[in-house]
């Protein structure tokens, strides 16, 4: 029996907006199965497996020919669990070390074989941040999705990055560029988190115009993919609003992607577990770097705008 992937939930959003907790609390799930983990080595192998050379994050429905799509499916097929326990361990230690790769194959056999004897169709949440300049690609890929767009106001969010671009030797995209970074306020030589097009003009700039370019850019691309998406399978949401009514906010989200909001997705929105965050959230920790902020207050001012945030205090 050959299983399928239907009605997937993609979750995008700039990194650092809180697609990490979204993610977390909907891949609880036993209803969705999940990688646990963003998808980055499946577009690397598309890359590797079409030949083609990666400049930025854009993807378009024309670069999805059948070839592809065969491919993507059957690596999200392939790695695609049922089981956060085993999942997120995998993702955390065993994936890391090649010492584990006959492990790894071993999981990844046995699960493959459960989904090929037992299950004809099966659902999946996705989240990947850079998938926000792929809507049209996954939108082609998987023509029954739903999109979670999560959105967060500017400030805290640039900040964020700010924070994880100066934590050493972590969320790091590209290590090897056509050209040097000389970026003001970044001692590291690796770019961070995505690369939106035209990123090369700011390889010379201060490290809040490079965060505060990553934010307009993926927020822009994510609002420009979804403008042609159909009202009913797409969904948008406030960091800030999940994080403050984390239970309501999920009771209201699983209703619309017709899951039951009950067991362990229920059990952590009482009480929303800390994820993948540089510094312990709290709330306005962007003032703490106002001045960076307020030198990027307009660039950012029209896109805060567009998602209905306020500058004001």
Same mark, same amino acid.
């Given at each position: 029996m050959k299983s399928t992937i239907i %009605?997937?939930?993609i979750i995008i959003g700039c990194p650092r907006s809180g697609t990490s907790l979204l993610f977390t609390l909907l891949s609880a799930s036993k209803h969705l199965w999940s990688l646990y983990r963003e998808s980055n080595l499946i577009w690397s192998d598309y890359y =590797?497996? =079409?030949? =083609?050379?990666? +400049?930025?994050? @854009?993807?378009? !429905? @024309?670069?999805?020919?059948e070839t592809s799509k065969s491919f993507i499916l059957r690596e999200f097929h392939k790695y695609a669990l049922n089981n956060q326990y085993i999942g997120y361990f995998t993702r955390d230690h065993l994936i890391k070390h090649s010492v584990f790769n006959k492990l790894v194959g071993a999981v990844t056999d046995c699960n493959l074989l459960y989904k090929s004897l037992f299950l004809k169709e099966?659902?999946?949440?996705?989240?990947?941040?850079?998938?926000?300049?792929?809507?049209?690609?996954? +939108?082609?890929?998987? #023509?029954?999705?739903?999109?979670?767009?999560?959105k967060r106001d500017g400030r805290s969010n640039i900040n964020s990055l700010i924070e994880g671009w100066r934590v050493p030797n972590k969320y790091i995209r590209r290590q090897e560029l056509d050209r040097p970074l000389n970026i003001k306020g970044y001692e590291g030589t690796y770019w961070k988190y995505v690369l939106p097009p035209n990123? #090369?003009?700011?390889? +010379?700039? @201060?490290?809040?115009?490079?965060c505060a370019f990553q934010w307009v850019s993926s927020n822009r691309a994510a609002l420009e993919g979804l403008s042609k998406i159909d009202?009913?399978? %797409?969904?948008?949401l406030a960091? #800030? !609003?999940?994080?403050?009514?984390?239970y309501d906010v999920m009771k209201n989200l699983c209703e619309y992607v017709e899951i039951p909001f009950s067991g362990e997705v229920e059990q952590l929105s009482v009480k929303p577990p800390l994820v993948n965050f540089v510094t312990k959230?709290?709330? !306005?920790?962007?003032?703490?770097?106002? +001045?960076?902020?307020?030198?990027i207050y307009p660039v950012i001012d029209p896109m805060m705008k567009e998602l209905n945030y306020t500058l004001s205090f």
């Amino acid at each position: 029996m050959k299983s399928t992937i239907i %009605k997937p939930i993609i979750i995008i959003g700039c990194p650092r907006s809180g697609t990490s907790l979204l993610f977390t609390l909907l891949s609880a799930s036993k209803h969705l199965w999940s990688l646990y983990r963003e998808s980055n080595l499946i577009w690397s192998d598309y890359y =590797k497996f =079409k030949g =083609k050379h990666f +400049n930025n994050e @854009s993807l378009a !429905d @024309s670069d999805l020919d059948e070839t592809s799509k065969s491919f993507i499916l059957r690596e999200f097929h392939k790695y695609a669990l049922n089981n956060q326990y085993i999942g997120y361990f995998t993702r955390d230690h065993l994936i890391k070390h090649s010492v584990f790769n006959k492990l790894v194959g071993a999981v990844t056999d046995c699960n493959l074989l459960y989904k090929s004897l037992f299950l004809k169709e099966y659902r999946i949440v996705e989240k990947t941040p850079k998938n926000c300049f792929r809507i049209s690609f996954i +939108n082609k890929l998987f #023509e029954d999705c739903k999109f979670i767009f999560i959105k967060r106001d500017g400030r805290s969010n640039i900040n964020s990055l700010i924070e994880g671009w100066r934590v050493p030797n972590k969320y790091i995209r590209r290590q090897e560029l056509d050209r040097p970074l000389n970026i003001k306020g970044y001692e590291g030589t690796y770019w961070k988190y995505v690369l939106p097009p035209n990123w #090369e003009n700011y390889v +010379n700039k @201060s490290l809040e115009e490079v965060c505060a370019f990553q934010w307009v850019s993926s927020n822009r691309a994510a609002l420009e993919g979804l403008s042609k998406i159909d009202n009913s399978r %797409k969904y948008t949401l406030a960091y #800030e !609003d999940l994080a403050e009514n984390t239970y309501d906010v999920m009771k209201n989200l699983c209703e619309y992607v017709e899951i039951p909001f009950s067991g362990e997705v229920e059990q952590l929105s009482v009480k929303p577990p800390l994820v993948n965050f540089v510094t312990k959230p709290e709330k !306005d920790k962007w003032k703490k770097n106002i +001045n960076l902020i307020q030198n990027i207050y307009p660039v950012i001012d029209p896109m805060m705008k567009e998602l209905n945030y306020t500058l004001s205090f």
